[in-house]
């Protein structure tokens, strides 16, 4: 008995090493009844704009049971390098992508930060640490909550959450789908498969486990469907028998194959290895960018400024629906607004914008400019900003105010 138990042992961890372990697919059966629709109301304001940069911020909580587990912050920030890469199609192996198969390659044109602000408002590196007694995690959450030997998660309307933790040969990774729990929203990595420095599994040491997992995050289905000629949903990725492992030569034909190309191995969803996965299609994009929209799941972060560390105050950021409504009922006001090349600035109901500080952000929250000591009533060149969507802020101590600019 002993023996056929080390046995199994030994081949179930021989097997999570040699390919791909997702648990996705097995956590989202476990959860589907939990599912709940995660509607936020519209309360971000507004919709994407075609092909802006959509940025998110991350807090990764890493939770160690011993040295090894607790991976470096060089190694955290590899993985934000990856998966900037890999989500603006700027991965150099990209030029490995057959010629078949360039044309269905896209830049998301979606890009990570770790979070320069925690959910208080004060300046965060976007990193926690936290010992653990758990050895080793399951696909069943409790990584996400500080009862059951966890972190809990920071707003998951604002931050992408990413749990890194050892979960042995359970998975290499799993994620949630938009619409999940909120609680339990998320990604979570096996600490030897996340970024692409420091000790990692040979066959997972280029970043890609969590490339694939947030693409799940993002509502991508896997490559296959999940069934024998299964279905993805997505129109350019080509219909396969199932998942490749390792690393398959162009073409790998199956009886699924719609033409001579066959499977589409290097796609992220596929199971293959780091090294052999380098594209997202233009439709996984549009699905992806899909979630931000007015009414998507994902859409509060669209509001997220948690990128930028110059926001970080004593005071808690605005959440969704104080931003809606300082946008009605604002003390400074901005006029053109639509605006072309210059934007006047008032105070109002008695607030004086003398010496204050302006900043503008774009739609994603990325810092445009700043303009400190303002006058009562300034006249602010605004002719050097594209066209769509900003934020203007007046930080005055710890409270902040936000009016939305319509750049023409
Ligand atoms: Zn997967």
């Known amino acids: 008995m002993r023996f056929i138990f080390l046995f199994t042992f030994l081949v179930t961890t021989v097997f999570a090493f040699a390919q791909r372990n997702c648990g996705s697919t097995l956590y989202n059966s476990r959860f589907a009844n939990e599912m709940v629709t995660q509607q936020n109301n519209s309360t971000s304001s507004r919709d994407t704009i075609v092909d802006e940069i959509l940025t998110i911020p991350v807090v990764v909580h890493v939770l160690y049971n011993n040295n090894a587990q607790n991976i470096s912050d ?76 966890g972190d809990n998660a920071w707003n998951p309307k604002k931050y992408l959450n990413i749990w890194v933790c050892n979960m042995g040969s359970n998975a290499i990774g799993y994620a949630s789908q938009p619409g999940a729990q909120i609680d339990r929203d998320g990604v979570v990595i096996q600490y030897n498969a996340f970024g692409r420095i420091g000790s990692l599994m040979s066959n997972f040491n280029k970043g890609r486990t969590a490339t694939h997992e947030v693409a799940h995050w993002l509502g991508l289905r896997h490559i296959w469907g999940d069934n024998e000629c299964g279905n993805d949903g997505i129109n350019d990725t080509p219909q396969q028998s199932f998942y490749n492992n390792n690393c398959p030569s162009f073409p790998s034909v199956s009886s699924c194959s719609v033409d001579a190309n066959g499977d589409m191995f290097m796609n992220f969803m596929d199971y293959t290895n780091d090294a052999c996965m380098n594209m997202f299609t233009h439709g996984q994009k549009t699905k992806m960018r ?23 105050t004593a005071a808690p950021l605005p959440d969704d629906t104080s931003v809606t409504v300082k946008t009605i009922a604002p003390s400074f006001n901005i006029y053109p607004n639509p605006a072309n090349n210059e934007m006047n600035v008032v105070g109002l109901n008695g607030f004086d914008l003398k010496g204050q500080l302006l900043k503008v952000y774009s739609a994603s929250g990325i810092l445009q400019f700043t303009k400190s000591n303002l006058s009562s009533s300034e006249k602010i060149n605004i002719s050097h900003l594209n066209s769509g969507v900003y934020f203007v802020a007046i930080i005055s101590g710890k409270d902040r105010k936000i009016v939305k600019l319509i750049k023409q």
């Open 74 to 149: 060089a190694q955290i920030r590899s993985q934000i390098d990856v998966l900037n890469e890999d989500f603006r199609g700027m991965n150099a192996d990209g030029s490995n992508t057959p010629d078949a198969f360039k044309a269905h390659a896209a830049d998301a044109k979606i890009m990570f930060c770790l979070a320069q602000i925690n959910p208080e408002g004060y300046a965060a590196k976007g990193i926690v640490r936290k010992y653990t007694s758990t050895t080793t995690f399951e696909v069943n959450d409790a990584m996400k909550f500080n009862a059951a030997g």
């Open 290 to 312: 899909g979630q931000f929209a007015i009414n998507g799941p994902r859409n509060s972060f669209m509001n997220s400024f948690a990128c930028d560390s110059s926001m970080a």
